[in-house]
């Protein structure tokens, strides 16, 4: 007897598990609320709508969005050949006329002879087999169900993002390691008596990272760096921060923020010492070339097991991308800042992965509901639609009795799945692709141009050994 897989949601990850699932023999429903109900973000009903840019990024096999691309292509996605179709003039980014696309991915999702789509709000995780792609904008009964299902803390509603830097590009000269309250740095009496809200009681431990979730005087020395700043750098910091350019939500993004989520701008528009009590307190630091507290400090916090990628602890921002580069990088250490993931705020319904999901990114008590797309952790177009092809690739492989497998991590596509399930829980948020997940290379060359060269190189190599190893072929 033929099974049915039901596919939840009609975006890019949605459209993309549906076609792979039927070009593999399953029979397939689509379940797309929008014609019976429609979203804040969407404008029309067709599967793919793209709701915010309409480029899906560089096509450069030494961009790790380009690179995300190429491994898709070896495995045949179909929203790639959308995109392709409705290619319009950017340069070597891979930008679409947005109806033209929507359109097409739309017909070859509904054309095919295995594939129906319903139109309805699925309000609970259906029986499995199942795939669920709802995105940022899953429905509330949805959400409660899956809540329900994985516990109260697995699912965000609320996104605060601060950038991520690449180690190599912080400058260490500046930049210091050293965690809060270590011996060199208790603090005495007179430090910490008379300094008003913030300086008092309970200042053992380390509050900046603590209003992420972070961690407390156990930390691990090397788990934070410590960029330092006198009080001139800190004034400056503040005027440009305060005055700098930033988007303007969407309808369907905008909410009001909570503490939680306070964009780093607004905190500093609260006061001139709000950072300096807050986020950038330099309480149980001390800068090593001077042997003093600096005025304040942004801590940077190891985002990988690697120590290649690092969080701007409390930077969380609403600055456009030009802006964040111009303001950041006045932070001493970070002048010449390479900027692994941008900072942002906005709505976006996502699961907390490594704490929620097996590793192919199914629950862990049924192994064939799965989930993809940015409801998963991942950020980007393009991102999205490759953990919906991931997705009907391993579903497929269970129903066929066969076990899931993952790209290996010298892909990018592995990598991400590897940051997907490795990643700190209490730490987790949404990640885009970039350099800073792979594997290192072995005797990686100063050049960044030519390490990328040879990232590439490696990564599509992996993925094609990969595919003959599983029998993978394009649907």
Not at 97 to 124: G, K, M, Y
Not at 247 to 270: K, L, Q, W
Request: proline residues 6%; charged residues 25%; contains cysteine.
């Amino acid at each position: 007897m033929t099974v049915t897989v039901h596919v939840v949601g009609g975006g890019l990850a949605g459209s993309e598990a549906a076609f792979q699932l039927a070009e593999r023999g399953h029979r397939v429903v689509l379940h797309e609320m929008r014609g019976v109900r429609g979203t804040a973000a969407h404008q029309t009903d067709r599967l793919a709508e793209l709701v915010c840019s309409n480029t899906f990024k560089s096509t450069e096999l030494t961009n790790a969005h380009g690179l995300l691309k190429a491994e898709m292509r070896l495995l045949g996605s179909v929203v790639l050949e959308g995109a392709d179709v409705a290619r319009v003039a950017a340069g070597s980014a891979l930008a679409v006329d947005r109806e033209v696309f929507s359109a097409t991915v739309n017909d070859r999702v509904t054309a095919h002879p295995l594939i129906t789509v319903t139109r309805e709000e699925v309000t609970a995780i259906p029986t499995a087999p199942c795939l669920i792609a709802t995105g940022p904008l899953t429905s509330d009964a949805l959400a409660d169900s899956v809540r329900a299902r994985l516990g109260i803390q697995s699912l965000a509603f609320y996104d605060a993002i601060a950038p991520i830097v690449s180690l190599e590009s912080v400058d260490q000269g500046v930049a210091f390691r050293q965690a809060r309250w270590n011996k060199e740095t208790m603090p005495n009496s007179s430090e910490v008596q008379g300094k008003g809200a913030g300086w008092g009681e309970g200042e053992g431990k380390d509050r900046s990272a603590e209003e992420e979730g972070g961690a407390t005087t156990a930390e691990p020395e090397g788990a934070y760096l410590n960029c330092p700043m006198d009080k001139a750098q800190y004034e400056a910091f503040l005027d440009a921060l305060t005055t700098a350019d930033q988007f303007t939500a969407h309808e369907f993004d905008s909410a009001p923020y909570f503490e939680g989520c306070m964009p780093v701008e607004e905190m500093a528009r609260r006061g001139r010492e709000s950072l300096r009590f807050g986020p950038m307190k330099p309480i149980g630091l001390r800068d090593p070339r001077t042997g003093r507290r600096p005025w304040a400090v942004v801590q940077l916090r190891r985002e990988d097991r690697a120590g290649r990628m690092w969080n701007l602890v409390g930077c969380q921002t609403r600055l456009r991308i030009p802006e964040q580069q111009r303001v950041f990088r006045m932070i001493p250490g970070l002048e010449g800042a390479e900027f692994l993931r941008f900072g942002s705020i906005h709505r976006n319904t996502y699961l907390n992965a490594p704490a929620a999901l097996t590793p192919h990114l199914s629950l862990r008590d049924d192994p064939q509901v799965l989930f993809a797309g940015q409801l998963t952790g991942v950020e980007g177009y393009t991102e999205s639609t490759a953990t919906g092809l991931l997705a009907a690739i391993n579903l497929s492989r269970l129903l066929a009795g066969k076990e899931p497998v993952l790209p290996p991590p010298v892909t990018m596509l592995g990598a991400l799945y590897r940051h997907l399930r490795e990643a700190d829980p209490a730490h987790f948020q949404p990640m885009n692709a970039n350099f800073g997940l792979l594997e290192e290379l072995p005797e990686p060359p100063r050049d960044k141009l030519k390490k990328r060269e040879l990232y590439a190189e490696r990564s599509l190599a992996a993925m094609r050994e990969w595919m003959a190893e599983h029998q993978l072929v394009s649907g």
